[in-house]
């Protein structure tokens, strides 16, 4: 085994020119699956809180 294959990680593969579209691929999706997931929360909190019959009093 060369010393080369030893050093080796996969933290290199950031430096590299062709695996920057896999990365940006995997960075997008992840946002794009938060972004929904707190919008698809806010909406149905949102509605819970303003079709609720009873009034919430947030002070003593």
Same mark, same amino acid.
């Given at each position: 085994?060369?010393?080369?294959?030893?050093?080796?990680?996969?933290?290199? *593969? %950031?430096?590299?020119?062709?695996?920057?579209?896999?990365?940006?691929?995997?960075?997008? $999706?992840?946002?794009?699956?938060? *972004? %929904?997931?707190?919008?698809?929360?806010?909406?149905?909190?949102?509605?819970?809180?303003? $079709?609720?019959?009873?009034?919430?009093?947030?002070?003593?």
């Amino acid at each position: 085994m060369s010393e080369t294959n030893k050093l080796f990680n996969q933290f290199s *593969l %950031y430096g590299e020119r062709r695996f920057l579209p896999f990365f940006i691929t995997q960075f997008l $999706g992840a946002f794009n699956d938060n *972004l %929904y997931k707190n919008a698809l929360l806010v909406i149905i909190v949102s509605n819970a809180v303003i $079709g609720s019959d009873s009034e919430v009093n947030f002070s003593h």
